[in-house]
């Protein structure tokens, strides 16, 4: 079986397809390869158009190395071309705004799906493994008496009544 190594991955908006720069196995060889995107507008669902063309039979083998995050953003900038945007505007609305002041209760569906795919990959790069270097299995930490306790409106009138 030939083994494919994704060097590149892009977009053209004329006519919609994805370009993928990859090497075969033997890593002498660089190609291109222009995979269309077919039957997608901008009402499409991106991270369903991007699973159906990474599991496409033709497509699948040269696609494999390709995380499926990068093909939905791909799909995302593409959607976004196709209702008006810029491609800096596409990827400014993709970054989103300081995840820790805004309030997720208010994003669409898709959006919050969007958020959470973006948490995940923060919280993987933070991740420590048991093969880090610097992991300690029971890390116990104490925190200075002097530190500013936050008070709270519920810890002032408790009473036990009802409990």
């Known amino acids: 079986m030939m083994s494919i190594k994704a060097k590149q991955c892009g977009i053209k908006f004329n006519p919609p397809s994805v370009i993928l720069i990859y090497e075969n196995g033997d890593g002498r060889n660089v190609r291109k390869r222009v995979i269309p995107v077919r039957n997608f507008s901008q009402y499409s669902d991106c991270r369903r158009a991007a699973e159906r063309l990474k599991h496409h039979v033709r497509h699948s083998l040269y696609l494999e190395s390709v995380p499926l995050a990068q093909l939905e953003r791909l799909h995302t900038v593409l959607r976004d071309h196709l209702r008006g945007l810029t491609v800096e505007e596409s990827l400014a609305a993709q970054r989103g705004p300081d995840l820790h002041e805004e309030d997720l209760n208010k994003l669409s569906d898709e959006e919050l799906s969007r958020r959470k795919a973006q948490m995940d990959v923060l919280f993987e790069r933070n991740k420590r493994h048991k093969d880090d270097p610097d992991f300690v299995y029971d890390l116990e930490v ?21 409990f």
């Open 142 to 162: 104490e925190f200075p008496e002097h530190s500013v306790r936050e008070t709270c409106s519920w810890d002032e009138d408790q009473s036990d009544e009802g």
